[in-house]
């Protein structure tokens, strides 16, 4: 079965500093991976996603993430925060070989930005 | 604009009563979610559909009940079974990405029971 570790509950950057959210997951033959950010009280964003071809995504907001096979990561970086992207961020995985068309989601990573 | 919307944002209720959560997509998506949220917890898929008058039950699904008459629609019913009905309430639909859905998500409802 599929799953998804986030291993940081919370980080804390300063705004202009880069930032690195990790996400670690298990799967069958052909991941799927998704990025996803949540704003209090609100619902989840698409932010990026990785099916195949080049490992290096781009995705909204200046966000981007390597999909690294030999490291089972898709880490999500940004090289310069900004003080609105202080949100929850939700790594998600699905196994389109393992029949788990339904992403199954990490337990989020808390960004707290300092001034 | 095409999205999902989800009403109320917020809902109150007294022990022991039922309550119905509403999601309503414009997105012409077949397939719907509903998940459950709480702190540290992630995600957790309560129930899906894949098509109208279908429904299967996800990993938490005792004390809630779906229904799904039309493609648009796919309201929650939080039953006086439910153990600990607080909570936040994302519902979502999706497409086909590959073999994969890649689902969009409604704003949420945040339902405190007392």
């Known amino acids: 079965a599929q799953s998804v570790t986030q291993p940081d509950i919370h980080i804390t950057v300063s705004e202009g500093a880069s930032l690195e959210l990790r996400c670690n997951y298990s799967?069958?033959?052909?991941?799927?991976l998704f990025w996803y950010v949540q704003s209090p009280g609100q619902g989840l964003q698409l932010l990026l996603k990785?099916?195949?071809?080049?490992?290096l995504v781009q995705g909204i907001k200046g966000f981007e993430a390597e999909f690294k096979r030999s490291q089972s990561s898709f880490n999500l970086r940004k090289p310069s925060v900004h003080w609105s992207d202080a949100a929850e961020y939700f790594c998600?995985?699905?196994?389109?070989?393992?029949?788990?068309?339904?992403?199954?989601f990490g337990r989020g990573t808390s960004l707290i930005v300092h001034p | 604009d095409g999205g999902i919307t989800q009403s109320p944002k917020y809902l109150f209720r007294k022990e022991g009563q039922n309550v119905t959560l509403s999601c309503e997509q414009n997105?012409?998506?077949?397939?719907m979610y509903w998940y459950r949220q709480d702190p540290g917890q992630g995600l957790r898929l309560i129930y899906y559909?894949?098509?109208?008058?279908?429904?299967q039950k996800g990993d938490i699904a005792e004390g809630y009940s779906v229904s799904r008459e039309k493609k648009e629609s796919f309201p929650l019913t939080v039953t006086s079974a439910q153990k600990n009905p607080t909570a936040f309430y994302l519902c979502?639909?999706?497409?086909?990405?590959?073999?994969?859905?890649?689902?969009?998500f409604g704003p949420g409802t945040r339902l405190t029971v007392t």
């Open positions: 799967y069958g033959a052909t991941p799927y």
């Open positions: 990785y099916f195949s071809g080049d490992t």
């Open positions: 998600a995985v699905g196994d389109a070989s393992g029949g788990s068309y339904i992403p199954t």
């Open positions: 997105l012409n998506h077949d397939a």
């Open positions: 979502a639909s999706s497409i086909p990405a590959g073999g994969v859905h890649e689902q969009y």
């Open positions: 559909s894949q098509i109208v008058n279908d429904f």
